[in-house]
């Protein structure tokens, strides 16, 4: 189902047909986010993603937004920690345009002077929405703990001082040092062909000039669990626990996302029918997984009142615990699987998910892994499995705490 090809000048191309469908998706992958930045440009990747909305040496910002929006299309872009896509969706006519309008985002943009301050002003509001929003600042805490001393510490977005900081001049560097072709991979799934997307791939990507030297990203350092707590004007309290976790490479990594989802993953998980549905001490806990190419990270998530904090403390390491000292039962094992098979093959459903998870695999793990794959591996997790990891990484003494209170 999936087809790759590597362009002379170092894009990968990487598609998967389905002619059911009358749409298509089409990303352009950049291996680059917030973990390749130096701290005093923190946000500069989320910035650049931004800032090539504003004009390209072939459009105006105002014929960008047009140029999909007419034909009944869709353009947009994110940043993560480790890579950024601009995304483009379209009927499968539209298929050329759809690549070429989300190519010159990437290959041709020109970053206007007159626009930078205007959008320096856009990004600090957003950080400024993130930070009323306790239920999403919290993990940028967490992370900053967890991945204390290195980029994946710091947000996404970026900080007050850096992106301020910022000049058209840095954009350029980084765009010429970064969005390089073995950094790229055009990704696309839905009613196509593959040789329709390599050529007008090559097309676009002609005249990129490859990296000048290596790809070196810093790993992280050792992890040390750390406490953090504060006080806000807010009403209800927040709380994370939670520690390094496992990465995408792991050969445990299903057993780890079975764990997880047991946990604390929907409303029949344990921790939702313990602490909710059994003392209603909150509205809203679950577990999440976040798993990168070297590293990743782990925790419970929760909000409460405050008076129930160390109560639904006890109640989380309880559960933690148990997991630990008692094997799941086959039941539960089989419901979970149950559960994440659904969900996977539940995305395939939008061809925006098929094109973003082969683009995920190819620039995460340097190859397309089949569905067939990835259900035999579900399966294969035994019982044993997820107790092992558990054993791993449920700890007491090794979980990071971040909590934030209302004031009083």
Not at 140 to 166: K, N, S
Request: proline residues 3%; aromatic residues 6%.
């Amino acid at each position: 189902m999936y087809t790759k090809t590597l362009l002379d000048s170092g894009v990968r191309v990487i598609t998967e047909a389905v002619p059911t469908v009358r749409s298509v998706a089409v990303g352009i992958w950049v291996h680059t986010g917030s973990r390749d930045e130096v701290p005093i440009q923190a946000g500069i990747s989320h910035f650049l993603e931004h800032m090539v909305f504003k004009g390209t040496r072939r459009r105006r910002m105002h014929h960008i937004a047009r140029r999909m929006e007419s034909v009944g299309g869709y353009l947009n872009a994110f940043t993560s920690k480790e890579y950024t896509c601009f995304e483009s969706r379209a009927l499968d006519i539209h298929l050329g345009r759809a690549i070429e309008t989300a190519a010159d985002l990437v290959t041709a943009p020109l970053f206007p002077e007159n626009e930078l301050e205007k959008e320096k002003s856009v990004v600090l509001e957003e950080m400024k929405m993130y930070q009323d929003a306790p239920e999403d600042s919290i993990f940028d805490r967490f992370e900053r703990i967890v991945y204390a001393g290195h980029a994946f510490g710091h947000p996404i977005i970026g900080h007050p001082h850096t992106v301020a900081a910022l000049s058209q001049a840095d954009l350029f560097a980084y765009l010429n040092r970064r969005y390089t072709p073995e950094r790229i991979v055009v990704a696309a799934a839905g009613n196509l062909a593959h040789n329709a997307v390599v050529r007008a791939a090559e097309r676009a990507f002609r005249e990129l000039r490859p990296a000048t030297g290596p790809d070196r990203r810093a790993s992280v350092g050792r992890y040390m669990p750390q406490h953090f707590e504060e006080a806000r004007p807010i009403q209800q309290a927040h709380l994370v626990l939670g520690r390094r976790g496992l990465s995408i490479r792991h050969h445990q990594r299903s057993a780890m996302s079975l764990l997880s989802t047991i946990l604390g993953g929907g409303m029949s998980s344990r921790l939702n029918q313990n602490i909710r549905e059994k003392y209603g001490f909150c509205y809203n806990v679950s577990s999440f997984l976040n798993m990168h190419s070297d590293t990743g990270d782990f925790g419970i998530y929760m909000g409460m009142d405050a008076a129930h904090i160390d109560r639904a403390e006890k109640l989380i390491m309880r559960e933690c615990t148990k997991l630990t000292r008692q094997r799941v039962s086959a039941r539960t094992l089989s419901q979970a699987k149950c559960q994440l098979k659904g969900t996977i093959l539940l995305g395939l459903e939008s061809m925006s998910s098929r094109m973003s998870r082969i683009a995920r695999q190819e620039l995460l793990l340097g190859r397309c892994v089949t569905l067939d794959e990835v259900l035999k591996e579900l399966d294969g997790v035994e019982s044993a499995d997820v107790q092992r990891v558990a054993e791993a990484l449920f700890d007491p003494a090794g979980f990071s705490r971040v909590v934030l209170l209302p004031e009083a």
